[in-house]
């Protein structure tokens, strides 16, 4: 089952994936998003790690805004 957070979160990295760029501003909602129930499930985590893994590796640059 997917959670309203997870589906945003997905939503949001998705986005970044299609752009190859992610904004500060993106960043810290996206961050913002997987805090707000004061839970991070297993899917929010599996998310998160995929973003970080594609920062890290280039994938998805981070960018000024």
Known sequence: MVSETGRKLADMIKKAIRDCEI???EYDEILAIANEDGVIDNQEKNLLS???EMLSNGTIKRVAG
Request: avoid cysteine; charge should be neutral.
């Open 23 to 25: 904004t500060t501003a």
């Open 50 to 52: 995929q973003l970080q």
